[in-house]
C-alpha cells in the first residue's frame, strides 16, 4: 500500500497570503494519479485538483498542483477566507486507494 | 445536477450489523465505478470499497475484508454497504463517492455521510 505523508500539519496564514502544501508518497504514483480535496467542518470532501495538476470544474485558478513521482505540491496563490480548511491527498492509481493525513490551513 | 444521497447510518452495537444505502441521481448511474469512503470522528478520510459499474468487480480495505459486502442495484440507482460484525473501530461517517470519467478516475462527486457508530 503506498502511504502518503502530508506536511506541514498545521499552516497558519492570513488572507492573501501564499499557502503551499506538501504531500510525499512512499512508492512513485501510478500516472501521477494524485488528486487534492478540501474539507470544511460537517462537509464531505470537494476534488480540487486531478492528475497531479489539472483542476476539477468550477475550481478558481489559484488552486494549483504540481509534482510527479513520489512528490507533489499543492498551492494557494492567494487564500481567501473561504479556503480556510482541511486538505488531503489521495493516490487512486494504485489498489488500495490511500490518502494523506490532511493538512489544516488556519487563519493566523 | 449530480447528487449522492447517504441513509441508514445509526447506534449498533459490536457485532451488529448496519446496511448503508447511497442513492444517486443526476448521471447515468449505471455507467460509474462507486466507492465508500469512512472518516472516524476528528480523524482523516479511509478508503472502505469500490465497485465496477456492473457489479462484477468489488474490491475492499484490508480491515472489512470479510465484513463488509459491497453491492448495487443499477435499476435503482442505489449502492449499498452491508456492514456486519460491527467493532467500535468502524464508527465513523460513511461517505458514498463517484469515480469520475472526466476527471481522471478521481473522486468527483461525493454525498453528505451518514454517521455510524457502534457503541454497548
Known amino acids: 500500500e503506498i502511504v502518503l505523508t502530508q506536511s506541514p500539519g498545521t499552516l497558519s496564514l492570513s488572507p492573501g497570503e501564499r499557502a503551499t502544501l506538501s504531500c510525499r508518497a512512499s512508492q512513485s504514483v501510478t500516472s501521477n494519479y494524485l488528486a487534492w480535496y478540501q474539507q470544511k467542518p460537517g462537509q464531505a470532501p470537494r476534488l480540487l485538483i486531478y492528475g497531479a495538476s489539472i483542476r476539477a470544474t468550477g475550481i478558481p485558478d489559484r488552486f494549483s498542483g504540481s509534482g510527479s513521482g513520489t512528490d507533489f505540491t499543492l498551492t494557494i496563490s492567494r487564500l481567501e477566507p473561504e479556503d480556510f480548511a482541511v486538505y488531503y491527498c489521495q493516490q487512486y492509481g494504485n489498489s488500495p486507494r490511500t490518502f494523506g493525513q490532511g493538512t489544516k490551513v488556519e487563519i493566523k | 445536477e449530480v447528487q449522492l444521497v447517504e441513509s441508514g447510518g445509526g447506534l449498533v452495537q459490536p457485532g451488529g450489523s448496519l446496511r448503508l444505502s447511497c442513492a444517486a441521481s443526476?448521471?447515468?448511474?449505471?455507467?460509474?465505478?462507486m466507492h465508500w469512503v469512512r472518516q472516524a470522528p476528528g480523524k482523516g478520510l479511509v478508503w472502505v470499497s469500490r465497485i465496477k459499474n456492473d457489479g462484477s468487480i468489488t474490491s475492499y480495505a484490508d480491515s472489512v475484508e470479510g465484513r463488509f459486502t459491497i453491492s448495487r442495484d443499477n435499476a435503482k440507482n442505489t449502492l449499498y454497504l452491508q456492514m456486519n460484525s460491527l467493532r467500535a473501530e468502524d464508527t465513523a461517517v460513511y461517505y458514498c463517492?463517484?469515480?469520475?470519467?472526466?476527471?481522471?478516475?478521481?473522486?468527483?462527486?461525493w454525498g453528505q455521510g451518514t454517521l455510524v457508530t457502534v457503541s454497548s
Open positions: 463517492a463517484r469515480d469520475g470519467i472526466s476527471s481522471g478516475w478521481s473522486n468527483d462527486y
Open positions: 443526476g448521471f447515468t448511474f449505471s455507467s460509474y465505478w
